[in-house]
């Protein structure tokens, strides 16, 4: 005999007021890149400050859609779609106890394309704010679900005996790519041993690679990029470039004042 059910009255009208609610809850997704998170207009504020923005879907923000593991989980921002010049990209995640990623001052010639993984502590939409030459903003957004917990674990680099021994090593790489309009570009790729640690783990202070440059083989600047402890540990980092003569050099710099050099 089939089970039958019987809702009163007042039950079934608030259910049907709350129906279009349920759904506009339901339809929010990693395509929607206005503002629908609480945290939205702290970290516009926190960020951009009072400056002036506007939404742009050129720019990419690409994420995996489920972070299978929270402490690794890989991040592009790219840009170059704009066809513009870009002095600096801000990357952030809302939901994140450290809201900031990195901060990325490409120079003039240099593809603003940057990619590395971050800790993610729950889901959460990130944003790349990217600054133009016109000092105009666009936004890009992407959204990550996670079952969280990346930012607030001990990093697995500081459980081997030899990590201590390791720090800093990089391992580096460049090669040529086709890049959005075809065109040939030099991709960077490197990674670095560096527990990254958050500083939200109990008896561990926060220690974490705070700065990175990049220069050519005259020294001069060519990226320059400021980290925060959200970013993962021993972070493999790419960034593209036109194409260039000679050695260029990296140099990376930690918050406790430990250099690290590559020459690619």
């Known amino acids: 005999m089939a089970t039958r059910f019987c809702f009163s009255r007042p039950l079934c009208v608030a259910l049907i007021l709350l129906l279009p609610l349920l759904l506009s809850l339901s339809t929010i997704s990693s395509a929607d890149n206005t503002t629908n998170s609480v945290m939205w207009d702290y970290t516009r504020k926190l960020f951009l400050g009072d400056a002036t923005y506007q939404f742009d879907e050129r720019i990419k923000v690409e994420l995996p859609t489920f972070a299978e593991d929270s402490m690794q989980v890989p991040l592009l921002v790219d840009a170059s779609a704009l066809g513009q010049e870009v002095v600096q990209i ?96 030099e991709r960077y790729r490197f990674r670095v041993m560096h527990p990254m640690d958050s500083g939200l783990v109990a008896n561990i202070p926060s220690f974490y690679l705070e700065q990175i440059e990049l220069r050519d083989s005259e020294d001069k600047i060519l990226i320059h990029m400021w980290l925060s402890p959200a970013v993962s540990e021993n972070p493999l980092i790419t960034f593209d470039s036109q194409l260039r003569d000679g050695a260029n050099t990296l140099l990376l710099r930690d918050n406790d004042g430990n250099e690290f050099r590559q020459v690619f």
Not at 90 to 107: G, V
Not at 126 to 147: C, H, K, N
Not at 164 to 173: E, F
């Open 90 to 185: 801000i990357a952030w995640a809302d939901y994140n106890p450290i809201q900031h990623i990195f901060t990325y001052y490409p120079q003039p010639g240099i593809v603003p394309l940057v990619a590395l993984p971050f800790k993610v502590q729950q889901s959460t939409p990130v944003r790349a704010a990217v600054q133009l030459a016109s000092g105009e903003w666009r936004v890009g957004t992407g959204f990550v679900d996670a079952a969280g917990g990346g930012c607030t674990l001990p990093s697995m680099t500081r459980m081997k005996d030899d990590w201590l021994t390791r720090l800093g090593d990089i391992s580096a790489g460049r090669f040529v790519r086709l890049g959005f309009s075809q065109e040939q570009i």
